[in-house]
């Protein structure tokens, strides 16, 4: 049995503690940046994929989130029964997880999607505090860059995640289902499929998008006026029936429209004139700041640009066009 002096034993109670508190850190950091990428990513319905995929980017439930505590105060408490930390310093651990867990729901306002500032913030204390320690000796460099690659490791693999949860674009799909054909052909001059069983693969495939299309889709025309019919026969209904007046159905019936155009007009898209006042009225406010001193002339240029990505991108992921948003910007700036 080796015998560690007090001084040693003293640095590696320091050093677990050190550590402890990092990976903490860490696991916080990477929850958050989690929550940013799957929040960010265009097109994410995880609602309609499949579950297996949805969970991978999904929020903890709150069973996880207490088994997880549970573990780690199970972790504590084994350290400090064999001696590697004291009570006292397993109390201030829990103390700074839970003040860091308030910081992170009062900095996202209780899952609101955190703003790059606030990331870029906790990424800079993060980094700082892994300076500290390895100034202060309590960690090494090559440890601290260790716990940096892994967490940048598990960052990306979130976002692998996220971006298997987006809605694909109309090109991808076209390329898969270009793929998938050529896959089916391949297999049927192989001998491996008769045409037969790939053209009953490719019938449960269309069924299959037809399926997906017409849960994800919005009723028509057509089948809101069938509701709507039913809708009023069945009130005049209960009217000759004596179940409501005649007063109480037509109330029922204000109501309704009342509702139908309150959820029309928040579902509404803008119109053209819309976007335009709105983008003429965004641009003016730049250069405004512009001439107030606020901002450079880059900077606003570069607003601009980062803007015309976005509508680039939303753009091509709902028609699959890529327009370029310059010429319609230079015009509202005319």
């Given amino acids: 049995m080796t015998i560690q002096s007090g001084n040693d034993k003293e640095r590696a109670v320091s050093w677990n503690r050190a550590k402890a508190g990092t990976i903490a850190t860490v696991v916080l950091l990477v929850a958050v940046v989690t929550a940013a990428a799957v929040a960010a990513t265009p097109g994410s319905r995880p609602e309609v994929e499949d579950n297996g995929r949805a969970e991978h980017g999904a929020r903890p439930l709150k069973a996880d989130l207490e088994a ?3 573990a780690f105060l199970e972790h504590l408490d084994a350290k400090v029964e064999a001696g590697e930390l004291t009570r006292a310093e397993a109390d201030e651990m829990i103390a ?3 003040d860091q867990h308030a910081e992170h729901l009062k900095g996202t306002d209780r899952g609101a999607r955190p703003l790059k500032a606030d990331l870029a913030e906790r990424k800079a204390a993060f980094l700082e505090d892994l300076d500290a320690k390895v100034e202060a000796g309590e960690l090494t460099r090559a440890e601290a860059d260790e716990m940096i690659a892994g967490m940048k490791a598990r960052i990306a693999e979130h ?3 996220a971006e298997r949860d987006a809605r694909p674009l109309k090109a991808d799909l076209a ?3 270009a793929a998938f054909l050529e896959g089916l052909n391949a297999k049927v001059e192989a001998g491996e499929l008769t045409r037969a069983e790939a053209d009953e693969m490719i019938t449960g495939m269309k069924a299959r998008i037809a399926e997906h299309a017409k849960r994800d889709a919005r009723p028509s025309k057509a089948d809101l006026a069938e509701r709507k019919a039913a809708f009023l026969e069945g009130l005049d209904a209960k009217v000759e029936a004596g179940e409501l007046t005649r007063a109480e159905a037509d109330e029922m019936i204000a109501g309704l429209k009342a509702r139908i155009a309150e959820h029309a007009k928040r579902d509404a898209r803008p ?3 819309d976007l335009a006042e709105r983008r003429a009225a965004f641009l003016e406010g730049l250069d405004a ?3 107030a001193g606020e901002l450079t002339r880059a900077e606003a240029d570069e607003i601009v640009a980062k803007v ?7 753009r091509q992921r709902t028609t699959g066009d890529t327009p370029d948003m310059s010429a319609a910007l230079a015009l509202a700036r005319s």
């Fill in 289 to 291: 700041k512009v001439e």
């Fill in 175 to 177: 390329e898969r289902k």
């Fill in 159 to 161: 976002l692998k995640g």
């Fill in 68 to 70: 997880r505590e549970a």
């Fill in 96 to 98: 700074n997880m839970e």
């Fill in 308 to 314: 015309e990505a976005r509508h680039a991108r939303h």
């Fill in 271 to 273: 119109s053209k004139a």
